[in-house]
């Protein structure tokens, strides 16, 4: 074989390698998060991990959450809203949050779940709080210690000048309770099982309770249902 049939066999093969190369990399990218975004990174226990879509097409759920029906009572639909003040959101503003809030460490991504169900896997970048730390008041030691870590500050007995700014409307008293001062308090996102689990629903109102600002607390009530059907990357737990 002369130089020149050699040169155009090698390109040829190159042209089929890039070709295979560029499909490969297409379908890798087909199913995104959404549109314009394939998969985005979360810290997890210390490491990167992608968040992404399963990209086979032909995927289905299978196992507990692709069950249409549960007893209710205790698994029942739940509403929309757990509190008017609280904002119900989907995955994509969870995206934002997990980019932004979370990444920035203004903001915890709360699994609300029982540790027995954490275990089995959650979704990259939570913190696995169970909704009864919330909720019973044999845990209000547990409880304020918790509200700590999320940036909230005991409040001493306010001063003359705090008096005086507050009686003249001088100073900002959303975020201000009796026992807790909430203005660097982060923000939450709190999830559970999904739209028939009432775990999340709880720890949202036992938070409010507590004094947290509702207008800093976020409802993904598709929880780990809505995530696992859209094939959503999960994490097993480490610790």
Known sequence: MTAKPKRYFAAVLFIIAAATLFLASAAT?????????????????????????????????????AKTARKCPPFCIQPITVDPAVRTIGEIELFHFMENDLREGRGVLIDARTPSWHRKGTIPGSVNYPFTLFTQDENAGERDAILREFGAKPRQQPGLL???????????KRYLTDRWDFTEAKTLVVWCNGPACGQSPRAIEGLISAGYPADKIFYYRGGMQMWQLWGLTTVIPES
């Open 162 to 172: 705090e008096k005086t700014m507050q009686e003249l409307g001088l100073s900002d």
């Open 29 to 65: 990218a087909d199913v995104l998060l959404y549109d314009g975004k394939p998969y985005l990174h979360v810290i997890h226990e210390g490491r990167s991990i992608k968040i992404q879509r399963i990209q086979d097409p032909g995927y289905e759920l299978k196992g507990y959450f």
